[in-house]
């Protein structure tokens, strides 16, 4: 039986994959995991969403499961998914619940729950609640039923939040702000303003049915357009629910998130605020992260793919900065997942400190080149007990010595094998992705 709950929440097509109905069964089943019910307390969620349009009747729907089971309910209303997660730390709340697909298009959406604390439910407790679906229970009446209350403050608690972790003002900084017609378009530029910063907003519009099209960290093009054109410092791109943040130079050109991690890294270092003066990053991130983190006297632990197992990390090894390629940068000490206002902030604080540009700052990584081919349609038991394959990986490993390297990634979900080649020239790595590609197809 496939698994419900996938790598970040349930997720959907609103109102076809992801139905009412379901909303509310999840709610139900996730109050009676996730809600505190010691000496008579009375149990209390934080819900909020992005703007999608079908966020409105799923937000109903959750609303109405976790008050019919006898929880409080605070409604944030539109909030980037890390502030719904500091709220529910904000607010001593047992857990909360996110409404959003992230930087997927508008037709979808999903739910994410936070255990107390804001943190990512494990995976156990995801299984805990699905194996509660549709169980019976007692149902509660008169005073059991729980309140629904509107928060008047939760975005003014987030930007005070994100402000206070700022380590220098971004006064001078000229900076365009791409919210995706997202959950951050009111709150990033308004937070980039009191940090000291001018700020150009774009995709800051939202209507139900625009966001992430055309706009935010997956569609640059708007933002590099932009910065050139305003003559800004640096521009700023966060996704749907604003839980990444990517970013582009005065130029015009990409800073991805390895970059970023690698600034963040060295700023904190040279500050004394690097746990362990170590870096965790997924086995995703660029070869050339990990050389500069090396030359940085900075240590880098890997992970799999996901923000969750970088978050997984930091806590069991006690580190505080971490992150995705993707633009995901978690920093612990301030929040419980990737936010991507939080990281904006930290970014140009550290552009402003320095009096350096982007640009200057991005150089202490050098991206290698990157090539990724997805083979379809894969076998992935015999590909991953292919002796061929294995030869075919060993003898790339040795053409590429310590200057590149592979990675052979099947699909957590679709039978398919990622092929990732890095090497110092572009050209090697696609010949040496296509010929790896090449004798992962032969195992079909």
Known sequence: MTRLFGTDGVRG?????????????????????LADREQGRRPRAVVGRDPRASGEFLEAAVVAGLASTGVDVVRVGVLPTPAAAFLTADLDADFGVMLSASHNPAPDNGIKFFARGGRKLADALEDEIEGMLGVPSTPCVGDEVGRVTDSSDGAERYINHVLASVP???????VVVDCAHGASSTVA????????????????????????????STHLEALQRAVVEHGADAGIANDGDADRCLAVDAQGRVVDGDQILSVLAVEAKEAGRLAADTLVVTVMSNLGLKLAMEREGVSVVETAVGDRYVLEELKRGGFNLGGEQSGHVILLDHATTGDGVLTALHLLAAMARRGQGLAELAKVMT???????????VDKTRVATSGELAAAVREAEAELGGAGRVLLRPSGTEPKVRVMVEAKEAGQATEVAERLADVVRSAL
């Open 13 to 33: 097509v609103a109102g076809r994959d992801l139905t009412a109905a379901l909303a509310l069964e999840l709610s139900v089943a996730a109050a009676r995991v």
């Open 168 to 174: 220098h003002s971004l006064d001078g900084l000229k």
């Open 189 to 216: 530029p308004e937070a980039l303003r009191r940090a000291g910063a001018e700020v150009v907003a774009i995709g800051d519009a939202p209507d139900g049915y625009n966001i992430n099209a055309g706009h935010g």
């Open 367 to 377: 991206r290698l080149p990157q090539v990724l081919i997805n083979v379809s349609g």
